[in-house]
């Protein structure tokens, strides 16, 4: 049903399904609330724990995912709303002034704060998003925290500080903890599926060459080693590089990673056997993932999820979007637009008129935390409007 009034007009009563967005300006608005309840989780300057979403619930990395949430929103509704707020975090996150996502001290921030490849991948996504949007060679802003660089240099830094992990052992694949005592011997499917995204994001920036030939060579190693499947689109989690054995844990956020990245990569050399690759790995991720039309991460039918895993499918939806938005494929475009916006439909009934948010987006699943909840949701209804006209 078409909306008559600015959501705003409701925003004091409940939801309900006969209001749900349907047209991009619906979904605009109700992004726009959504987003802006999930400030309020947000630490600005100067707390101690400025620069992210409450961590008692949120994990480091996940901070760096909602932050590229509000890039897609930034791009898809032209709108500065939290330019501010949002370039703040990621100076601050990238240490101010040393412009590094892994600061000064790179084996402090590794072991005792924790940030793994994959994890400054998420946020250095963010910071290409950021460099799409305002020019990659404009300065970090300079707001009450002073950055140290433009856009694309820390995603460059950043590229190089992951890709000094890429090693021969098992053929390929870049180590996932840069922390010698944490899983050593591990290249979790992430990690590479991160960098090939950020790598041909940043190629499509700047047309350095050695970019686009390691992500070419990575992905292709993704497929050699086993972990990604072309012919029957499966995904699995990574490879130990203790006898080349993929694990074959199934989550959402792989599947989006790796079909954004494909997008990216389609971007970044016009060769359509990426897009072509896409259609059997959206297959199975669709009837894994939403057998339903309604994305659902595995682990949350006996409620085992962890606070890691209970945001993946918040990815998984933004990248079906920047598939969406690449391919002319009318029936990948079709399949997609039913399951993002079924899902954003679920997602949004489970808030209350303050837009406090339950997660419960099937009669499967388990409530989550308003803040989590906010964050699923968000996600889900920035990638409607990516979606919709
Ligand atoms: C800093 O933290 C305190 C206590 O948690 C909170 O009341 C205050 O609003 C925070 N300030 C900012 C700027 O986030
Ligand atoms: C700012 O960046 C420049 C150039 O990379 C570097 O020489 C300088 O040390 C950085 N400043 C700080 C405070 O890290
Ligand atoms: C960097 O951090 C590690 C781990 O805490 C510490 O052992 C080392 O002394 C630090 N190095 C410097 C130069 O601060
Ligand atoms: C191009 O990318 C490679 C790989 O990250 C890097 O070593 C090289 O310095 C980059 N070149 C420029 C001009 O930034
Ligand atoms: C890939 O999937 C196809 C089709 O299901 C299967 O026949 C093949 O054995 C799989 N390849 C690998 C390396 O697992
Ligand atoms: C396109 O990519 C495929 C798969 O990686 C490769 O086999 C093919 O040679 C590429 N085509 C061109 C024109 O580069
Ligand atoms: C719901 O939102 C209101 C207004 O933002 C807030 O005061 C309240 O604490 C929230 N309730 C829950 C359960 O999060």
Redesign the pocket.
Known sequence: MKLSFPLSVFSLLPLNLARQPTSKTDYTQASTEVLSKLMEYYHASPNVTAGLFDQSISPWWESGSIFETYMDYAKYAASNQFAVQVGEALVINSYDQAHDFFGTNHSYVSLVVGRWNDDVEWYAQAVAAGGELYGPESFMPGLSRRGNGTWISLVQRTIEEVYSYHTSDCGGGIYWSTDPSQYPTYKSGITQLGFISLASRAYLMTRNETLLAITEELFNWVVSS?MV?L??G?VGDGVDTTGCAVHTDQWSYSYGQLLGGLSFLYRATGNTSYLEYTKPILATAISTFAPDGIATELCEADGSCNQDQQGFKAIFLRQLAYLYRTTEDTAVKDSIAAVVTQSATAALATCDGYWNCTGGWTAKTVDYPAFRSTHLVAAALVAAEGISR
Do not use: C, I, V
Request: net charge neutral; proline share 0%.
């Open positions: 086993g499947n012919t029957s499966w």
